[in-house]
C-alpha cells in the first residue's frame, strides 16, 4: 500500500529541485546530468544562499514558487555561503525533511563532517563525474524522494 502511494504520488508530477549554485558551468553540468538521467524534474536555479532562502520561504519574486523535492548546494557561495543555508535548513520545521545534497569542490574532511552533522543526506565533490552523478540522482530519487512523498500519517 504505501509503495503504490509512493509510486502514484511520483508518477503524477515533476521532481521539483532547487539548485543553489554560483558557476554556471557547473549549474550547466548539474542540469545535462538531469536531462541524462531522465528523472522527469523542473529545475530551478539560483546562485547564492540568501535568494535560496528567499525561494523557500517564497519571498517577493519567489511568491509562487513550488516547494522543492530536493536541494542541490554548493557550499562555497557569495553572501550567505552554503554552510548557513544547510544550518537553517535543517533546523526549520518547515524545511528540514527536504532532502539536501551538498555539491561542491571541497573535499575538506572538516566540511564533509560539518554537512553530514547538519543533516545533509549526501556529499558529492566537483568536478563532477557525470555516471557518479547520475547514480547518486538516482537513488535520491528511488530513496529520499520516495521517503520525503510519504502521506503525513507514515511519515518519520
Not at 521532481?15 to 541524462?36: H, Q, R, T
Not at 569542490?105 to 543526506?121: F, G, H, K, M, P
Not at 558529492?124 to 528511488?142: E, R, W
Request: charged content about 20%; glycine content about 4%; aromatic content about 8%.
Amino acid at each position: 500500500m504505501v509503495n503504490d502511494t509512493i509510486k502514484n504520488s511520483q508518477v503524477c508530477r515533476l521532481v521539483e529541485i532547487l539548485l543553489v549554485e554560483d558557476s554556471p558551468s557547473d549549474a550547466n553540468l548539474i542540469m545535462k546530468g538531469f536531462v541524462n538521467s531522465k528523472i522527469a524534474n523542473n529545475l530551478h536555479w539560483v546562485e547564492d544562499g540568501e535568494t535560496a532562502m528567499n525561494y523557500l520561504r517564497q519571498e517577493g519574486e519567489f511568491a509562487n514558487s513550488p516547494r522543492p523535492d530536493l536541494i542541490l548546494l554548493d557550499l562555497n557561495l557569495p553572501g550567505m555561503d552554503g554552510r548557513e543555508v544547510l544550518t537553517e535548513l535543517k533546523s526549520d520545521p518547515s524545511f528540514k525533511r527536504i532532502p539536501v545534497v551538498v555539491l561542491t569542490t571541497s573535499a575538506d574532511e572538516q566540511d564533509i563532517l560539518r554537512s553530514y552533522n547538519l543533516n545533509a543526506n549526501c556529499y558529492v565533490t566537483k568536478p563532477l563525474d557525470v555516471y557518479q552523478f547520475i547514480a547518486v540522482v538516482h537513488l535520491i530519487k528511488d530513496f529520499w524522494l520516495a521517503a520525503a512523498t510519504l502521506p503525513p500519517d507514515l511519515s518519520i
